[in-house]
């Protein structure tokens, strides 16, 4: 009998080992503590906190002293590491560029959750003498035929990322729950250039557009030109895709104006511009991961809909088809009652992405970050260094306390920093992880939440919802009916600047289908601290939520109508909450958004960003004396937060760390300090006394004076100097930092799994065939215990999936599939290809392995 075996590492190199002459690779730093084995590994013990390093320190915050960003060209990065000149190159190397940090002999991590995609401009152009054509959906939907991902795939990345149709990621466990859904779609919208032409062609027509003589669409006498934006920076690999996408769209007779520009050249022109301008037509795209998306039920929102909080005006202004926009806005407000209508949705939802086309995607991407040997890393699965929130708060000099970390980045600075509206470039991103803290920390390899101001949490839900937990800290229990209190806040009155009750708003009572009853650390506002010296207090939180409010009222000073869509999906869901208690701080949510995790209905009114779906502040934390200066600043009409305010209104970004803004704050401070100022006194007042905001304001002013910045967080580090011109920017060690430096070093390696496949290489059609399914860790079984599910895809000559099942288990880590009579008798002659997935309850990354066999008539 003829054997076919293939085993798979998911997320480790597939493909390079075909093309390198030897498949030894430096192996991957992980992020534990010491060179020792960690003592307790995080995933191997999901119901307990990371445990401390077993090596003692007295150190408090993080290992380095300072840290320094600077802009390196990635085709440098290797050369600098190994020069000295820099420690880490933190966008990553593309998969092409594996072999030149293996040959350096660097060691390095992976990052899987980085997505390459055409952005389009979706707007119809105000001048009526030019035609945008990806206004027309059927345009952009037609586009998936005529872009071949897998030839991007070979020639840019050498083989060795994924094709990617979905917003939802190949690498995550919904593309494993819905991998019969995605496998069929990926079947029609295959690589079929004829079709897309056809399609194009009459859409054109219909628009008004004619060919000329040389094959060039025209329109009113004038070319069709499309301005396409081509990020040169990056990795080195949205070049090539722009000029490999360039020609497509020229074979099929449209102009293209290939604008070869930087992060920062291209930034303002695509996400602040109007759409209906037309400035540009589409862009080489790129979005990062910076946690794993255990349900992805939020992605739909955040990239075709106007409810998104990204802040980018394609998607602010879009207009998907209105079913996809309710789909979209429900699944992430959680308006299902179980798993698998939850599922249900975002298969619908993946049809209705690709007929909207606002965002072509095309690669689930790996990158690989190298670093000098002396240094030890952590990362995140998906958003592997750069996005990962415990990247600070681990990373060392092995053996060594302090020092300095050369950190080399693609760019820097790529919009102003402000935490209401400002940068969400992963390079400043990066910069800003290390300035907070949080009131939870994101697990690194299951995408779960784990105390970090916070101490606890009870999380009751109604029954019938479909909510499970699994750590100790949180405590789940379920209740046929939540009540929310009359006493809890649910709306905001922007004249009397106090909130509504929900006594007042719905006196006929109200429920909801989640209660998160929080409670902080009972020394928090004793032992966490802003920068410049102001303790946290619970006025900080509170001003989270009249900041969410207050900016959509059309009677607030602040007023923004960019905030608007985001607070009114927001509030389809919000039902009310309440601080209880100051002492220990305790916080009461009410609200009809559910996820499927205990750990993740957590809601802790936390004033930065946060793993739930209320984020008023989605880009770094605000202490509420910043934002006030910042806030008088907008109301006097010199600041405002977002870009489209800014533009609309003629006035400077606001920028925390540099440029105009910098001299307008010191303004509004002094009047501050002037007046003894208690922002939104009716409310805030009950926290606040005058004495205690001119302290605050004071401690700020002495702040700014010596850093000129008013970027504070609560974080490790803190940013002692940012240089906007020479893009540089200085964080140095926050010595009030209060935990122990060790607190976050008990993460152990992630348990990706190892798969083989054996079987017969001919299968006899209408007959029974076995295989076997090895599924291992480090050489070793892998727990049944630990993995949720092993199920396998056959697909037929004509790559049609004629059978879904779960694979047998025989015995610990080996499994078996059965392809009974039923099964084989739908194939035809030809090769078949059998795919199992596996998925792991201790880590968020299935496993795919695929094998290939021939059927024949019987």
């Not at 007042?504 to 902080?520: A, C, H």
């Not at 900041?547 to 923004?560: H, V």
């Not at 880009?619 to 600043?633: P, Q």
């Not at 499994?815 to 059998?834: H, R």
Request: hydrophobic share 40%; proline share 5%; aromatic share 12%.
């Amino acid at each position: 009998m003829l054997r076919n075996r293939l085993t798979v590492a998911f997320g480790l190199i597939l493909v390079l080992c075909l093309l390198l002459s030897s498949c030894t690779q430096t192996p991957a730093v992980t992020p534990a503590a010491t060179d020792a084995e960690e003592t307790a590994v995080m995933t191997e013990a999901p119901t307990a906190a990371p445990t401390e390093a077993p090596v003692a320190t007295t150190r408090k915050g993080g290992w380095f002293d300072e840290i320094n960003f600077s802009v390196v060209d990635s085709d440098s990065a290797v050369t600098q590491i190994q020069a000295g000149a820099i420690d880490i190159y933190a966008d990553g190397l593309a998969a092409a560029d594996y072999p030149t940090i293996v040959d350096a002999g660097l060691p390095y991590v992976q990052n899987n959750g980085l997505q390459y995609d055409i952005l389009y401009n979706h707007g119809v152009c105000t001048d009526s003498s030019i035609l945008n054509p990806f206004s027309e959906p059927k345009i952009r939907e037609a586009t998936n035929w005529l872009y071949d991902r897998n030839y991007i795939n070979q020639e840019v990345y050498a083989g060795a990322n994924l094709l990617k149709w979905f917003p939802i990621t190949t690498e995550f466990p919904m593309y494993a729950n819905l991998a019969d859904v995605a496998a069929k779609l990926e079947t029609i919208y295959a690589y079929n250039p004829e079709k897309a032409a056809e399609i194009i062609s009459e859409e054109m027509l219909a628009m008004g557009a004619e060919k000329n003589a040389d094959g060039k669409w025209e329109y009113k006498g004038a070319l069709v030109t499309l301005n396409f934006l081509i990020r040169t920076d990056s990795d080195g690999t949205r070049q090539p895709i722009g000029d490999y996408v360039s020609n497509q769209l020229e074979s099929v007779g449209f102009t293209v104006n290939r604008q070869y520009k930087t992060a920062t050249e291209a930034g303002p022109i695509w996400q602040t511009s109007t759409p209906t301008n037309c400035e540009w037509n589409l862009y080489t795209s790129a979005w990062s991961a910076t946690i794993i998306d255990r349900e992805e039920k939020t992605l739909y929102q955040q990239y075709y809909t106007a409810e998104t909080s990204q802040g980018v005006e394609p998607i602010i202004s879009a207009t998907p088809a209105e079913d996809f926009r309710v789909l979209a806005n429900d699944l992430a407000n959680g308006n299902f009652s179980t798993l698998e209508e939850r599922d249900q949705m975002i298969a619908e939802g993946m049809e209705m992405a690709l007929k909207d086309s606002l965002q072509v995607w095309l690669i689930d991407g790996k990158v690989f970050i190298p670093f000098k040997p002396e240094l030890q890393v952590s990362y995140d699965l998906a958003a592997g260094v750069q996005g990962a929130q415990v990247w600070p708060f681990t990373i060392r000099l092995k053996d060594e306390e302090g020092g300095v970390l050369k950190v080399g980045q693609q760019d820097m600075f790529g919009q102003p920093y402000n935490p209401i509206g400002g940068t969400n470039w992963a390079f400043d991103q990066m910069a800003i992880r290390a300035t907070n803290t949080g009131a939870t920390m994101n697990d690194p390899y299951t995408g779960l939440s784990w105390p970090f101001q916070i101490e606890k949490s009870t999380v009751t839900v109604k029954e019938g919802i479909p909510v499970s937990k699994t750590h100790d800290w949180v405590t789940l229990d379920f209740a046929p009916e939540i009540t929310v209190p009359e006493d809890a806040f649910i709306d905001w009155d922007a004249k009397s600047q106090t909130f509504i009750t929900v006594g007042e708003k719905y006196p006929e009572g109200l429920t909801s289908k989640v209660r998160s009853v929080t409670t902080y650390h009972p020394e928090f506002t004793e032992r966490v601290s802003w920068h410049d010296g102001n303790k946290i207090s619970a006025a900080d939180l509170l001003m989270s939520m009249i900041m969410q409010y207050d900016r959509i009222n059309p009677e607030s000073a602040i007023y923004d109508s960019q905030a608007v869509p985001n607070h009114e999906a927001f509030m389809t869901v919000f039902k009310g909450f309440r601080i209880t208690s100051t002492d220990p701080l305790t916080v009461e949510w009410y609200t009809d958004a559910v996820a499927a995790d205990a750990e993740l209905n957590v809601y802790a009114l936390w004033p930065g960003p946060t793993a739930v779906s209320y984020q008023p502040y989605a880009f770094g934390e605000g202490a509420w004396h910043v934002l006030t200066v910042a806030n008088m600043a907008e109301a006097a009409g010199e600041l405002a937060y977002t870009t489209n305010k800014s533009t609309e209104n003629e006035v400077e970004w606001t920028n925390f760390v540099g440029g105009p803004s910098i001299e307008i704050l010191n303004k509004y401070l002094d009047q501050a300090i002037a007046e003894e100022y208690v922002p939104y006194a009716a409310t805030l007042g009950q926290y606040i006394t005058s004495e205690q905001a001119v302290e605050r304001y004071n401690n700020l002013k002495a702040w700014v004076a010596e850093h000129n910045s008013y970027w504070i967080g609560t974080g490790p580090y803190y940013i002692d100097r940012a240089y906007l011109t020479e893009k540089t920017l200085t964080l140095k060690h926050y010595d009030d930092y209060a935990d122990m430096s060790d607190r976050w070093s008990g993460f152990g390696s992630p348990k990706i799994a190892t798969v083989a496949l054996d079987g017969p290489a001919q299968v006899t059609i209408g007959e029974e065939a076995e295989f076997s399914v090895s599924v291992t860790l480090n050489d070793a079984p892998y727990p049944t215990t630990d993995i949720k599910s092993v199920k396998f895809l056959v697909f037929d000559a004509n790559n049609n999936i004629v059978a879904v099942s779960p694979a047998d288990l025989v015995t610990e880590g080996q499994y078996k599939v059965v392809l009974t009579p039923e099964m084989t008798e739908k194939l035809v002659t030809g090769s078949n290809k059998l795919t199992v997935a596996v998925v792991p309850t201790v880590v968020a990354i299935p496993t795919f392995s695929s094998l290939n066999f021939v059927t024949l008539a019987p």
